[in-house]
Each structure stands twice: as C-alpha cells, then as structure tokens.
C-alpha cells in the first residue's frame, strides 16, 4: 500500500511539474491548435466543431475535459521523444548523407570564419605594432627635423599632411583604414618631420605650414590609437558573429550540434571525465538548497519545449500542404502555411539553439560546483591539483568493453 502511494505521489508531482506543463503539454496543445484552426479554415465541418466548443453550450462541459484530458495523455505519451526530436535538430538522428551535406556546408562557412577572423587578428597586430614603434620614430623624426630650423621640402610636407588627415579623415566618419595605407601615411609623416622643422618663430614665411605639419602628426598619432583599438573591438565582434565556427574545434553539421558539444565536451576537456559518466550521477549530489536542480531542471525544460514546438509546428505543413493540394479548396491558406510554417519553425529553432547554449552554461557551472562532491560520494579523497583530479577520473572511468588497467582505493569516511 505503502509502495502505491508513493507511486501515485509520483505521478501527480510529475503531473504538477512545470517540466511537464512547460516542455510536455505546452507543444502539444499549440501544435493541436494550430491543426484545429488549419481544419476550421479549410471545412466546413470542421470550422462548426470549432465553433461549438467555443460556445457556451452544456455538452461542452463533458467535450472539453475529455479533449483536454486526451492532450495531457499524448503530451505523456511523447514527452519521452524529446531526446529523439533534439537528435534530429542536431542531426546525429538524420541519415548519413544528409549529415555529411549540412557539415560541409558548415566545414566551408568555418574555413570562411577562420580566414575572417585571422585578417581581423592581422589588422591588430598591424596596428598594435605601429602604436608601439612608428609613434616612436615620429617623435624621434620630430627632433631630428627641429634642428635644421627651416622647412626644406615643401611639397614632401604637403604630401605627409594629405596623407595623415586622409587617415584622420576616415577614422572619424567610422571607417577603419588598411594597415598598409596607415603604414604609408605613418612614413610620409617620419620623412617630413625628419627633414623639415615642425614649429617656426613668427614671421617665418612657413610656419602656417610648420603648424599645419605638427596638427597632421598629432592626428595621425590619435587616429593610430582609435585604429588599434576599432581593431581589438572588430577581433571581438567576429568571434562573437561566428562563434564555434571562429575556433579550431572542428565544425559540426548544425548550430544545435555546436550547442549540444559546448555542454557534453566540457568535462572532459577541463577535468578529464566523459560527460556521459558524470553528468548522470552528479544528479546525486546536487543541493536543493542551491536550487541547483531546479536551475537545470527549468533550463532543459526550455530546451524540450522548443525542440518539440519546432517537430510538432513542422507537422502542420507537412500534414496540410498536401490535403489543401488535392482538395484545392482553399488556395489561400496554402499560401499562408507554406509561408507562415518555415517562418514559425525558424523561429523556434533559433529559441532551441540559444537554450541549448544556456543549458551549456548552467551544466559547465553544475560541473564546477558539484564535481569534487561526486568523487567524495564514489569513495574518493579529495584531490590537490588539476592533473590529480584528471587522473582520479580516468581511474574511475572504467571501460565496459575491457578490464581496468588498475585498482581503485575507496576512502571512507570514519564514525
């Protein structure tokens, strides 16, 4: 009896669970709607069922509750799919091919990412080198050509002072100038301020010049500093536009792949532990007090729900193009799902990819927290270093299809 009630307090916490709710019955009663409102539009028949239960007749006192009831039994019934629809999102549950086609599609958009990126990184260093040895040589040719007290070279001046205020000219209206025409500006300039006095006395015939030829330097030497750091800005703003397809893991065949490895391969790059024997048994360890379970437990219930809104919202084209086809009933409303779907799944997906990447966030910080507590629940001594815990874990990661290689010593702890 005991075992019963228990069993039933089970279910209903499970029924009440805003996981269940959220993630379960959420897809199902939208996706239910939408086939419901597509079958009004397009029947007659239909569009008077629809019409009925929205009226406030007494049948619908026992319609409703069984409608309802049949929508809370099949989100049950396909709660356990998720896992499935997730695959298909991240296309390790599509056929070979066409994972292979959508990875190369990616291989060569982060080929195209790297490359972006690296010419980012180059125009950094470009102008990172010229603030710390061309602003210097400037300042060198200054005194240089302050002893020779004249300007002696006139239309090389002119010269260095188009090219720096050309330079200036085009940092501030936003643009960001080639290092190489920086470079050529940069040695216009040394060779006017080496040959020619930057400052004269008054009633010298080129002093109007002389300033003119110190104002382009000093502009050039600011507009060198906003360069360099538009440049560090720019190196930040491609990582963060190409993300996983700027770095050197290799590409994988859909953004929600790239999502799903973030979370599955950070254990085991930080701390030498497969994800799949750690993440399961970490559930043992985490403190309702944190509010560590319900923290993952709502983060994977967004997840669920935008990768069964996306499979169950990609089911009403699918169903009704062809019935709308072949009735051509209602030309229309073909138009507007053919339209309308795309339109919706895209937005779901892309809801699916950015949860995916905060359920990697949240599992890379229950990791963190929780996994030194999982090794003191395997019997294990606390470890002193990064390498020990890396080889603490490899020694309990036994390998089902071979014996281990060693013992492992269990710590236990004293009463």
Not at 23 to 29: E, G, H, N, R, T
Not at 51 to 77: D, H, M, Q, R, W
Request: hydrophobic content about 50%; glycine content about 6%.
């Amino acid at each position: 009896m005991e075992g019963l009630v228990s069993g039933l307090a089970g279910v209903f916490k499970g029924f009440l669970s805003r996981a269940f709710w959220f993630a379960s019955f959420m897809p199902i009663a939208l996706a239910s709607a939408l086939h419901l409102a597509v079958a009004a539009l397009a029947f007659t028949g239909a569009r008077r069922f629809a019409l009925s239960l929205l009226s406030a007749k007494t049948e619908n006192f026992l319609v409703l509750p069984v409608i309802f009831g049949g929508v809370i039994v099949l989100a049950y019934a396909i709660g356990p799919l998720a896992p499935i629809a997730l695959g298909i999102l991240d296309a390790s549950r599509l056929p070979p091919v066409i994972q292979d086609r959508l990875r190369a599609k990616r291989v060569r958009a982060a080929f195209r990412a790297r490359e972006i990126l690296t010419a980012a990184k180059n125009t950094l260093g470009e102008y990172g080198g010229m603030n710390e040895t061309e602003v210097k040589r400037m300042q060198d040719a200054y005194r240089i050509g302050m002893a020779t007290g004249a300007i002696t070279d006139a239309p090389g001046v002119e010269a260095a002072i188009r090219g720096a205020e050309a330079i200036t000219r085009r940092m501030a209206q936003g643009e960001l100038p080639s290092p190489g025409d920086a470079r050529a500006a940069v040695t216009a300039m040394i060779g006017a301020l080496r040959n020619n006095a930057a400052s004269l006395p008054a009633g010298d015939p080129n002093r109007d010049l002389a300033t003119r030829l110190t104002r382009a330097q000093g502009g050039l030497v600011v507009a060198l500093k906003r360069a360099a750091l538009e440049a560090e800005f720019r190196v930040t703003l491609e990582q963060t536009r190409f993300g996983p397809l700027a770095t050197l893991a290799p590409a994988m065949a859909t953004r929600m792949a790239e999502a799903r490895r973030a979370a599955e391969s950070y254990s085991d790059d930080v701390y030498g532990v497969a994800f799949d024997f750690i993440w399961p048994r970490l559930w043992l360890v985490m403190s309702t007090k944190d509010g560590a379970p319900d923290t993952v437990g709502d983060a994977q219930a967004q997840l669920d729900f935008s990768v069964m809104a996306v499979c169950l919202i990609a089911t009403v084209p699918i169903v009704w193009l062809p019935i709308l086809a072949a009735t051509a009933a209602t030309p229309w409303l073909m138009l507007v799902i053919a339209a309308a779907g795309p339109l919706a799944c895209a937005f779901f997906y892309e809801l699916a990819v950015q949860s995916q990447w905060r359920l990697a966030q949240v599992v890379k910080a229950a990791i963190d927290r929780y996994r030194l507590d999982m090794l003191t629940v395997l019997c294990q001594p606390p470890p002193a270093t990064r390498m020990a815990e890396r080889r603490l874990w490899q020694g309990l990661q036994i390998d089902e299809d071979a014996p281990a290689d060693r013992d492992v010593v269990y710590r236990y702890k004293t009463t």
